[in-house]
């Protein structure tokens, strides 16, 4: 399967804990994103990232939110102290610039995280 | 502010009742507006992008046609595997990257 993947595809976690979630993108693409999806709402941009470089993070994105994609290849989010607030579907996506369809993202399966 | 809209919330139909689905926007400008298919518990499937006004794009039973203003999602003769929540996205001109989506049409198809 050549598509974007996400792992774990679930976490539950006591409030407080720490989490790390993983995105390995669609191998040639050089642009990914990181979203939120909560029940009953569309995602919500968080930030992205264009090879190794996080060029935009949106203001849902608190302090306590960090992304890094340190070779330009997968990349990771952590969420320190979480909150019950943080229960939510965490979303990957990535695409291509430079191709005939720059625009589109591809997502993965996303990352289902219960906070307790 | 850029917003994005969709109409129905919900909508049931029987299998092979046509319909359509409404996705309403506002942006100062519009670099590409995007269709995505949803299923409980899994990430969004693209569908279709369309770029300007007039654009139409289709696939199998889907298609998608833009306005200035809004565009649709003609689902021609459904059946039950077409069941899922539909949602309209915009990528506007100002510079940002990400895509602003709206809350999605959940569709159920009956046989």
């Known amino acids: 399967d050549t598509g974007v993947s996400q792992d774990p595809r679930h976490k539950i976690t006591k409030r407080g804990q720490n989490v790390t979630f993983r995105c390995d993108p669609i191998?040639?693409?050089?642009?990914l994103y990181w979203y939120r999806q909560t029940l009953g709402q569309g995602p919500e941009f968080l930030t992205y990232?264009?090879?190794?470089?996080?060029?935009?993070k949106s203001r849902l994105l608190s302090d306590r939110f960090s992304a890094e994609r340190p070779k330009g290849s997968f990349s990771t989010l952590e969420i320190q102290r979480t909150e019950q607030g943080d229960s939510a579907m965490y979303l990957c996506?990535?695409?291509?610039?430079?191709?005939?369809?720059?625009?589109?993202?591809?997502f993965g399966p996303g990352t289902r995280l219960t906070v307790t | 502010e850029d917003q994005v809209t969709q109409s129905p919330e919900a909508l049931r139909l029987q299998e092979g009742e046509s319909s359509s689905l409404n996705c309403s926007y506002t942006v100062s400008g519009l670099r590409g507006l995007f269709w995505y298919r949803q299923d409980p518990g899994k990430g969004p499937e693209f569908l279709f992008t369309?770029?300007?006004a007039g654009e139409e794009k289709e696939k199998e039973r889907l298609k998608a046609t833009l306005t200035k203003k809004e565009s649709f999602l003609h689902i021609t003769a459904p059946k039950p595997e077409d069941s899922a929540t539909y949602l309209c996205?915009?990528?506007?001109?100002?510079?940002?990257?990400?895509?602003?989506f709206g809350t999605g049409t959940r569709l159920t198809v009956i046989p």
């Open positions: 996506a990535s695409s291509l610039v430079g191709s005939g369809s720059p625009y589109e993202q591809y």
């Open positions: 191998s040639e693409h050089n642009r």
């Open positions: 996205a915009v990528l506007p001109t100002d510079g940002a990257n990400n895509l602003f």
């Open positions: 369309l770029y300007s």
């Open positions: 990232f264009q090879n190794e470089a996080q060029l935009e």
